[in-house]
């Protein structure tokens, strides 16, 4: 394994530009990193993507960051676009997490995770499940009475078709062994869009991880339910508490590209690490409830593969697949 301070040595043959060297002997930052968001503004991705990217160039690891949003189905759009034309820039990486793996599970895109190469896992981020303030499902009990009564009768909203928000909402109806045939899913590109179809009435639960969701609970304009860790977390009782034994967490990381080599992606893995060891990104980690979870190079390509096995098995329960 090429160790950390082999790799920043490295990182002026790895990124051509940066064979000038700052005063101090160590390389000089990355001129520019391109960070691709395939999701929308605003949204977990893209305030992952940010809170990197400003710890980089805090770091002096990088001197400008570029962004580029493209989101739609569960970011297997983005991905696609990531692998066309970035699949040889030694200089970009790709955001993405749990939700793109169960999108691909739903969707079985000719584009996947085996044409990126895995960098980071960052962080975790439990789910939360919301209604609006003023709903007759105030708690949890109430919104499983009202799901005895009928599946039908409830409207989930969340993130893609077959993305850890409807994998929460189909394990919740297995568990109580309803019949997931009839659960009602309302996908959005964003928490804010989700948030739109409880307003309407068109959704009566809303699920998103609680960083996205947290400013409207503490205000009160939304009644939290319960979230998706073994115990209870932010003031919120668990689901596995309430009698529901599901524990379910939205990781999110970072991917480059399959077309560099082994020393640029050694050198862009190091980026990563670095950046996560910096003041910044600890404060933003913090104070957005997010909870550190690194994992890198194998350790990380090993418990993708078991997330994608989880995706495959809820994606023929929901009848996703295909």
């Given amino acids: ?115 990126v190469t895995p960098m980071a896992r960052l962080t975790n981020d439990y789910l939360a499940l919301v209604a609006p303030a003023g709903s007759k499902l105030a708690n949890l009990k109430a919104l499983t009475a009202e799901l005895q009564r009928g599946v039908g009768g409830v409207v989930f909203t969340g993130g893609s078709l077959g993305g850890v928000d409807h994998m929460l909402a189909g394990m919740m109806i297995r568990q109580m062994r309803l019949d997931t045939d009839r659960l009602r899913y309302e996908p959005a590109t964003a928490a804010k869009e989700s948030l739109a179809l409880l307003d309407s009435g068109k959704a009566q639960v809303a699920i998103s991880g609680y960083s996205e969701l947290k400013a409207d609970i503490e205000a009160k304009r ?47 893995r190091d980026l990563v690490v670095s950046a996560t060891e910096t003041s910044a990104w600890q404060q933003t980690v913090a104070a957005k409830d997010w909870m550190g979870a690194l994992l890198v190079g194998e350790q990380f390509k090993q418990a993708l593969e078991v997330d994608q096995s989880i995706a495959g098995v809820v994606a023929h329960m929901l009848k996703l697949k295909g």
């Fill in 222 to 268: 939304l009644i939290a339910l319960a979230v998706s860790s073994r115990r209870s977390l932010h003031g919120i009782a668990s689901l596995s508490e309430q009698g529901l034994p599901i524990e379910l967490a939205n990781w999110r990381g970072v991917f480059g590209p399959a077309g560099i080599s082994d020393v640029q992606k050694a050198a862009l």
């Fill in 1 to 115: 394994m090429v160790r950390r301070r082999e790799c920043l040595a490295l990182a002026a043959t790895a990124w051509g530009p940066l064979a000038a060297r700052a005063a101090n002997g160590k390389p000089a930052p990355l001129p520019q990193l391109r960070i691709y968001v395939p999701g929308g503004e605003g949204g977990g991705w893209d305030q992952t993507g940010h809170a990197l990217g400003d710890a980089a160039v805090a770091a002096g690891l990088v001197q400008k960051v570029v962004y580029e949003n493209k989101g739609g189905k569960g970011g297997t759009i983005g991905l696609a676009d990531f692998v066309e034309r970035f699949n040889n820039d030694p200089a970009a990486l790709l955001v993405g997490g749990m939700v793109m793996v169960g999108a691909i599970a739903a969707s079985q895109p000719k584009v996947t995770l085996a044409q």
